[in-house]
């Protein structure tokens, strides 16, 4: 059963951070011109409105929607068209991330690299305002952006350009301003006391404007079930519900209570709230509680996949764009996640598709049909036997416009041994010290995915044409700190090179930047 609703300090461990790199996709498009008509000949669809895959079709768009699909021979392409041959590839809708963060203009080609091409960010700034115009207007690649507004939240405000509402009273003018701002959602967060949140509720259906995000601390997820929030993100206010001693957050799941899944599954069914899991994210966070790591996963997914198998509202979504996960990339990691949960391919990638295009209004977006808006995916295989494949893509067609992509075998082979030189850059933090150390990369065959090992850590990566990757954000707690580590560079035929920023994101805030040489190692 699909889900019905509709929206309405000093620094030295410096040497053991660099060692957190993992590479992801940083993928090129080679054409993108507008285009009057586009015909994808004998390509197998995926149309996701159903669990299969329909061979040897012919997909015909015009101006920018699906105007023909079906047996390859009954389908001659418009005259002036643009061909492309399916060979036995794939054609899906694209990807829909519903939990992004953006806050760097350069984060839009790293979603249009992965296939994301729509995103729904969840804090509302002039920034994001600019980048929704650019981009509608055609003057900015990117993603289709849908926003909440700033987040309405208590006091100490966690985030700048935080609204505050402290009470009820306030609640009202708060929620007509994000209206008459054109937000399509309000946000609320972790800090609103009860009557606050119930001011907010109440403005909210007054205004006809859906509320999402957090569950407050203070208030109870059945509350919140019963208030009609639209949507629930990372399963907020759900692990203080399970949890044996209250907890909240990640630590709320290393003690669940199983035997309160159903109820609240039962309520969440109810009350036709949507949840944003986010397990990607969580999988991240929970590396620095080691000891609680494999209970909190195995938690979160059983509790994911009891709300599948009950039919309520899953959305995917990463929380990118925070310097935790990379912008793109990760939503292959949450689609992976929702696999390993026991969720069917399908239904994992419905969660971005065609279920998340339900919430967002848009019956148009996240399928193949004719009448549909194309944009699409062309991957190397059937994503409904391994969602992986979702990642290896071909081709895109965005808003009408042919985005051809590189081929696997421009991938270079890059597996081996390095010995990696490191050099200090731009720095603003005191007492700084870097080490070189040995980097193993793992390649199946010439693939575009791999892993990278440094130190006693391993990650997966993606690699783009020419070699050139882009990092995933690691955070861990490094002797009592916090430290975030991304980086971009380019392999060759001898070793590659690439450049780290280090963020120390407690004690004194600082960052660095270190200058990476890597030299493989010939083998003996």
């Known amino acids: 059963m699909r889900h019905p609703k509709q929206p309405r300090s000093p620094v030295p461990w410096a040497s053991c951070a660099v060692a957190l790199l993992s590479a992801s996709n940083a993928g090129n498009s080679d054409t993108a011109r507008p285009d009057s008509a586009i015909a994808i000949v004998d390509v197998n669809v995926v149309p996701m409105d159903r669990n299969a895959v329909l061979p040897h079709q012919t997909v015909v768009i015009v101006n920018g929607r699906i105007t023909f699909m079906g047996p390859a021979p009954h389908a001659p392409a418009p005259k002036g068209a643009i061909v492309v041959t399916g060979r036995g590839?794939?054609?899906?809708?694209?990807?829909?991330?519903?939990?992004?963060?953006?806050?760097?203009?350069?984060?839009?080609?790293?979603?249009?690299?992965?296939?994301?091409?729509?995103v729904r960010n969840m804090w509302g700034t002039d920034g994001v305002r600019r980048l929704q115009a650019d981009v509608a207007a055609g003057r900015l690649s990117g993603p289709t952006i849908v926003s909440a507004s700033p987040g309405l939240d208590g006091t100490p405000a966690q985030w700048p350009g935080t609204i505050e509402v402290l009470d009820s009273a306030s609640a009202g003018d708060a929620v007509r301003r994000q209206v008459a701002a054109g937000w399509r959602y309000i946000k609320v967060y972790t800090q609103l006391t009860p009557p606050a949140y119930r001011g907010i509720v109440v403005a909210a259906h007054?205004?006809?404007?859906?509320?999402?995000?957090?569950?407050?601390?203070?208030?109870?997820?059945?509350?919140?079930?019963a208030s009609g929030q639209l949507s629930i993100e990372h399963l907020t206010g759900y692990d203080r519900a399970i949890s044996r001693s209250s907890r909240s957050g990640t630590w709320g799941w290393s003690d669940a209570d199983t035997s309160r899944f159903p109820s609240l599954v039962a309520a969440t069914l109810?009350?036709?709230?949507?949840?944003?899991?986010?397990?990607?994210?969580?999988?991240?966070?929970?590396?620095?509680?080691?000891?609680?790591?494999a209970a909190i996963l195995a938690n979160r997914r059983r509790f994911v996949l009891a709300l599948s198998r009950a039919g309520a509202g899953l959305l995917l979504g990463t929380d990118a764009g925070i310097d935790v996960v990379a912008p793109g990339t990760s939503l292959h990691?949450?689609?992976?996640?929702?696999?390993?949960?026991?969720?069917?391919?399908?239904?994992?990638?419905?969660?971005?598709?065609?279920?998340?295009?339900?919430?967002?209004?848009?019956?148009?977006?996240?399928?193949?049909?004719?009448?549909?808006?194309?944009?699409?995916?062309?991957?190397?295989?059937?994503?409904?036997?391994?969602?992986?494949?979702?990642?290896?893509?071909?081709?895109?067609?965005?808003?009408?416009?042919?985005?051809?992509?590189?081929?696997?075998?421009?991938?270079?082979?890059?597996?081996?041994?390095?010995?990696?030189?490191?050099?200090?850059?731009?720095?603003?933090?005191?007492?700084?010290t870097v080490q070189p150390a040995l980097t193993t990369i793992t390649q199946r065959s010439r693939d575009s995915l791999f892993t990278l090992r440094h130190g006693p850590l391993t990650y997966r990566g993606r690699l783009a044409r020419g070699g050139k990757f882009a990092t995933d954000t690691q955070t861990v707690q490094i002797d009592g700190g916090t430290v975030a580590v991304s980086a971009g560079g380019t392999f060759t035929s001898g070793g590659f090179t690439a450049d780290a920023l280090v963020r120390v994101r407690s004690g004194a805030p600082c960052s660095y930047r270190v200058h990476w040489a890597g030299t493989r190692r010939q083998p003996q």
Do not use: K
């Not at 054609?91 to 091409?117: E, F, N």
């Not at 949840?275 to 609680?292: G, S, W």
């Not at 026991?342 to 065609?354: S, W």
């Open 89 to 118: 590839r794939f054609l899906m809708p694209g990807l829909i991330d519903m939990h992004v963060h953006l806050l760097r203009q350069a984060d839009l080609a790293s979603y249009l690299d992965a296939g994301v091409l729509t």
């Open 206 to 225: 007054a205004a006809h404007i859906p509320f999402v995000g957090h569950v407050p601390l203070r208030v109870d997820v059945r509350e919140a079930l």
């Open 270 to 293: 109810a009350s036709r709230t949507w949840n944003c899991p986010t397990l990607a994210i969580y999988a991240r966070l929970a590396e620095q509680q080691p000891a609680d790591r």
């Open 333 to 432: 990691d949450e689609l992976a996640e929702f696999v390993a949960a026991g969720l069917t391919p399908y239904t994992a990638l419905r969660a971005g598709t065609i279920d998340a295009a339900n919430f967002l209004g848009r019956p148009d977006l996240g399928r193949v049909s004719v009448g549909a808006a194309a944009d699409l995916l062309l991957v190397a295989a059937n994503p409904l036997a391994d969602v992986s494949y979702a990642g290896q893509i071909e081709g895109t067609v965005m808003h009408g416009r042919w985005l051809a992509r590189t081929t696997r075998a421009q991938t270079p082979a890059i597996a081996g041994d390095y010995d990696t030189a490191v050099s200090l850059g731009e720095n603003s933090c005191p007492a700084v």
